[in-house]
């Protein structure tokens, strides 16, 4: 539901702003989420949908959970639908840039269906009994994005390997970094437990 807030103020202060929701494939059975797709296009939002269809909600495999299809949703609200591959970087990228701009341009509101893989449990400690025990191993090998986009721009001789290699190590260090400063920071004092929840205007 935020989105069509948020969408709505865009379009009312003609910012030429755009409003993106992510939410997964059990999140996209919600009622509210419905909802939110009936008033986006009754209000002619500038929103873009976007379902992360890892073929899980919590430990429910989608065929379990979702009846019809997401495509179909979208069309029962009368808009338009779009997807690609999550694990593809060209292919999220092509499909955002088209569906932000369908938004962008007055269209109304448009949902992009990405398929991606569960890295992980729902949470941290989650035994994943519900899948088959070499799914992660075979998704981290074959469809992890960051692999195929350094096979893709490295075989497009876009990157030299090691210019790759120089970010990893740059990303890895500020994480390190983040860490050490975030254990060696004071706790927060009980004032903070008010920051960024109240807005004053
Ligand atoms: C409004 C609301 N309804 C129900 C829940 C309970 N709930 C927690 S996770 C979950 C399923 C989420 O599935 P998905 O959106 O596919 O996310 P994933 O498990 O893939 O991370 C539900 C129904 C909730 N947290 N909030
Ligand atoms: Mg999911």
Redesign the pocket.
């Known amino acids: 539901p935020l989105i069509c807030g948020a969408a709505l103020s865009h379009k009312t202060l003609r910012n030429g702003g755009v409003a993106v929701a992510f939410?997964?494939?059990?999140?996209?059975n919600?009622g509210?989420t419905l909802e939110s797709l009936n008033l986006a296009t009754v209000w002619k939002l500038p929103a873009v949908f976007v379902v992360?269809d890892?073929g899980?909600?919590?430990a429910t495999g989608a065929s379990y959970a979702c009846a019809g299809t997401q495509q179909a949703r979208a069309a029962a609200f009368g808009m338009p639908y779009m997807e690609c591959d999550g694990s593809d970087y060209f292919a999220v990228h092509q499909a955002a840039g088209e569906a932000i701009a369908h938004a962008r341009g007055g269209n109304g509101p448009v949902m992009l269906h990405v398929h991606l893989a569960?890295w992980y449990g729902?949470f941290e400690g989650d035994a994943m009994t519900y899948r088959a025990p070499d799914e992660v191993a075979e998704a981290r090998r074959d469809h992890d994005c960051l692999k195929l986009f350094r096979q893709r721009v490295t075989e497009a001789a876009l990157f030299e390997a090691s210019a790759l290699d120089e970010i990893d190590t740059a990303v890895a260090d500020e994480i390190e970094a983040a860490v050490r400063k975030a254990k060696s920071d004071p706790l927060p004092q009980s004032p903070d437990l008010l920051a960024d929840v109240y807005v004053r205007y």
């Open positions: 939410y997964g494939d059990g999140a996209s919600e509210s992360e890892n899980y909600g919590e569960r729902h």
